[in-house]
């Protein structure tokens, strides 16, 4: 899931295991929802998207659902590579250009 | 297409010298997008440019801070006088037309910034 303040949740998975990474959101009325990772050194990089009038969408590799009873998403990423590892945010959107970023997970990947 | 570039990779000044952090957004990007990054507060939108209009500047944090986009392949973000607690990583981001909605947002490598 998502923390606040300096202690971000961190993931540890296998290589070739799937990953989960949780995310709430706070904003009832948000109706649009992004995944992005961030690799050391680097800019966020969109993964996926998601829209509030659906609860599944899938990528290449990459799953992300979406509760919005509970105002929870969650990301899923299938047989994890060690270029998986990175700083996942989730975000929702508070206007049409205004993004509110969750803290960020860190998912390393045993080798 | 290189992507959103930003200058410079690193900034190293101290207290009260002027800074300027510079981005060149993907050419035909409408929208430009300041963000700063700390640990203790994430990643927080700064201003919001829109044809080069600055649409949204409430995030700026104090009149210290100010940002101009000239034409559509560049804009800066300057902070006078700079402080500590500026220290941060700044991104530049771009999207292909308004906003943020259905829209990929890329961003730049940012600029790590620290001020002593």
């Known amino acids: 899931g998502e923390s606040v303040g300096l202690h971000l949740p961190t993931l540890s998975v296998q290589e070739g295991d799937n990953s989960i990474i949780n995310c709430a959101y706070s904003?009832?009325?948000?109706?649009?929802f992004i995944w992005y990772k961030q690799e050391s050194g680097k800019g966020p990089q969109f993964i996926i998207d998601?829209?509030?009038?659906?609860d599944k969408r899938q990528g290449q590799r990459v799953t992300v659902l979406l509760n919005k009873t509970v105002k929870h998403l969650s990301l899923q990423i299938a047989a994890t590579q060690p270029g998986d590892s990175a700083v996942y945010f989730c975000?929702?959107?508070?206007?049409?250009?205004?993004?509110?970023f969750g803290a960020g997970t860190t998912v390393t990947v045993r080798a | 297409d290189a992507g959103v570039i930003q200058s410079p990779r690193h900034e190293v000044t101290e207290m009260g010298q002027e800074v300027t952090l510079r981005c060149k957004p993907i050419?035909?990007?409408?929208?430009l997008f300041w963000y700063r990054q700390t640990m203790m507060r994430g990643l927080e939108l700064l201003i919001y440019?829109?044809?080069?209009?600055?649409?949204?500047d409430s995030g700026m944090p104090e009149d210290r801070f100010s940002a101009k986009m000239p034409n559509a392949s560049f804009s800066t973000l300057k902070i006078q006088p700079s402080e500590p607690r500026d220290s941060a990583v700044y991104f530049c981001a771009s999207t292909l037309s308004w906003g943020a909605r259905d829209e990929k947002l890329f961003f730049g490598s940012g600029t790590q910034l620290s001020v002593l």
């Open positions: 998601i829209r509030s009038n659906m």
């Open positions: 975000a929702e959107i508070l206007n049409d250009y205004k993004l509110s």
């Open positions: 050419s035909g990007h409408n929208s």
């Open positions: 440019f829109n044809n080069n209009v600055p649409i949204d």
């Open positions: 904003n009832s009325a948000s109706d649009y």
